[in-house]
């Protein structure tokens, strides 16, 4: 929701809406993200994220441009690292991630948002910061000058907006909770899709954290099997030099199957017992066919992925792997709760309730930076007077 009001035009309006700061954070939880423009520049760091503001103020990462070519809210804003993208346009400048460093002069600045469930500065500030950004929301929306103050409601799941006219007397807190009220049946399920999203989202951390603490000792023990077998290939290939036909193919041809780590196959075992024959003769100490037969014996065993630092690494993979397709459960799971929720319909049958209603022509104001269908509910316009004269 984004409130475009002047104080010139609804004092009492712009007033209650910042006075009720905290009841609207709480009324509206992670279902509908309330935007307010703010009075003083963020500075916030990525060492030092909830510092700013107030205890309760919490960084919003990844804030983009309207525009963007992805169009998403993921949840709330105070419990998720990303942020709001609105429309299909490409902005006229690259998308730059929030990395809580002042500005470049040089180049297009950062965006970066935080969200705060008590009301950071002073009322008038607040309410100076949100009149000067009217006129730029009213271009981004379309929204005529007539229309003005009214609350913007952008349906991201949808992509769609509704804007609803507000009078002096209207309360943005009552608004939200008549909307709130038409969607309250499908919030407990999110919060419970939003618990195994976060609840999967760390242990995706842990299997990260793991697998690369696992990547190295499996690294070690891949190369030193590959070091073993790169000992006997040579030793064989040296004592090839020393045999006869066909006794030197022999050996010259387990050198070559060495290098594979495949299990030995069953057509392959008469040649193998020939060689170990040889080596046995041939050999005066044994050690090269112990040496062979242990190799072998590891290759059949499915070394060196068998090794318990593979093998650990591997069931680590596998469980990361899991760990993604429970993200993407949830993600999917969340998607369909909200189309489920109808933020649109409950906007429209909330202000209904007020006695508004969707213009048929609303009088938009083009060009507009969101191309999305944009409905208006306003009140309806009084009825055609008839200045003729009845007959008898």
């Not at 993200?33 to 503001?53: C, D, G």
Request: glycine content about 6%.
């Amino acid at each position: 929701m984004f409130l475009l009001a002047r104080s010139a035009d609804a004092p009492d309006l712009q007033r209650g809406f910042f006075q009720h700061w905290s009841d609207i954070d709480d009324l509206t939880g992670r279902c509908i993200a309330v935007f307010s423009p703010s009075p003083r520049k963020l500075q916030l760091s990525a060492e030092h994220p909830r510092l700013f503001y107030s205890p309760e103020t919490i960084w919003v990462r990844g804030m983009a441009e309207a525009g963007g070519a992805r169009s998403r809210l993921y949840l709330s804003s105070r419990e998720s690292s990303a942020a709001v993208r609105m429309g299909r346009r490409q902005p006229g400048r690259a998308t730059w991630q929030a990395t809580g460093t002042e500005p470049s002069t040089t180049g297009p600045p950062r965006l970066v948002a935080a969200a705060a469930a008590v009301r950071p500065h002073d009322l008038e500030e607040h309410q100076r910061a949100l009149t000067l950004t009217v006129s730029a929301m009213q271009r981004f929306f379309g929204i005529p000058g007539s229309l003005v103050p009214c609350a913007v409601f952008v349906d991201l799941e949808q992509r769609s907006a509704s804007a609803v006219a507000l009078k002096d007397a209207t309360s943005v807190y009552d608004l939200l909770k008549r909307i709130t009220t038409r969607i309250e049946h499908v919030l407990p399920r999110i919060d419970e899709a939003e618990a195994e999203r976060v609840a999967a989202l760390e242990a995706r951390h842990r299997d990260r954290d793991l697998v690369g603490r696992l990547r190295s000792p499996a690294g070690n023990a891949r190369a030193h099997w590959t070091a073993h077998k790169r000992r006997l290939i040579d030793d064989l290939q040296a004592f090839s030099a020393r045999l006869a036909p066909p006794e030197a193919d022999l050996c010259s041809w387990m050198a070559r199957r060495l290098e594979r780590d495949a299990p030995v196959a069953d057509d392959e075992w008469t040649s193998v017992r020939s060689l170990l024959h040889v080596l046995a003769a041939t050999e005066p100490h044994g050690r090269l066919p112990r040496r062979l037969r242990r190799t072998l014996a590891g290759m059949n065993s499915g070394r060196p992925e068998q090794d318990e630092a593979p093998r650990r690494l591997a069931v680590a993979r596998a469980e990361a792997e899991a760990t993604e397709r429970r993200i993407g459960r949830a993600k999917a799971r969340l998607d369909a709760l909200g189309r489920e929720l109808g933020l649109d319909a409950a906007v429209v049958g909330a202000a209904e309730d007020l006695g508004l209603v969707v213009l048929q022509e609303p009088r938009l104001h083009y060009p507009r930076g969101l191309d999305w269908p944009l409905k208006v509910l306003d009140e309806p316009a009084p009825p055609a007077l008839n200045h003729g004269y009845e007959r008898a």
